[in-house]
């Protein structure tokens, strides 16, 4: 059986940034090139909003996958996926607030009493927020326990997430409900795994 060796994580990180990085540099091109469609403004908007689910989906499904296919050294790479998923929600916040409402503060409450869902995604983005200050390993030693209820907060983004966007659209149900059902079976998946650890570690100790 393949097993990665630390001489591995490089060519993984390497790899994971290239898949984040790639459908940036496409929006880039596809902005210069005058290819957004006839509403350039949400067409950055949803874009930069799939990228951030889709970078979300990828958080859930490194620890099922390294524990499954005994591959310990993936579990390196959370952190790094796990700053795509803000900086893609950021990206997608920052379209809104600047190509939507260009920077016009006033109507954002506006703008929230009017479409709930905001709300909901700025909740999200506010938990990714603190998830993202507090990544890094010295805040992580300095916070001890507290840092990983801290961080199990991720699910509640896993949830918050897609009903932002199943919220946001009008007709096309069917890809946001499709992020919907994804993110409530990896849920499932990882408490089932946490249920079984619970019980392997009770039993052998």
């Known amino acids: ?86 900086a893609y929600a950021s990206l997608h916040i920052l379209a809104f607030l600047s190509l939507d409402l260009l920077f016009a503060w006033q109507l954002l409450l506006s703008e929230i009493v009017k479409r709930p869902y905001i709300l909901v995604g700025a909740t999200a983005y506010l938990i990714l927020l603190l998830l993202a200050i507090t990544s890094f390993a010295k805040v992580k030693r300095a916070m001890g326990r507290r840092w990983q209820q801290l961080h199990n907060w991720v699910y509640l983004v896993a949830l918050l997430a897609p009903i932002h966007f199943y919220w946001s659209v009008k007709s096309e149900v069917i890809e946001p409900s499709l992020y919907l059902g994804g993110f409530v079976i990896l849920l499932m998946i990882r408490v089932n795994l946490r249920l079984l650890q619970r019980r392997f570690s009770f039993r052998t100790g």
């Open 1 to 86: 059986m393949f097993r990665l060796q630390a001489r591995h994580l490089l060519p993984i990180k390497i790899a994971f940034h290239l898949v984040a990085l790639v459908p940036l540099a496409v929006l880039v091109w596809r902005v210069l090139n005058d290819q957004l469609g006839g509403d350039p403004v949400q067409y950055i908007i949803h874009y930069t909003g799939m990228g951030a689910l889709n970078a979300l989906v990828a958080v859930l499904l490194i620890s099922p996958l390294a524990k499954h296919f005994k591959l310990g050294l993936l579990m390196q790479t959370r952190r790094l996926v796990g700053l795509y998923v803000f």
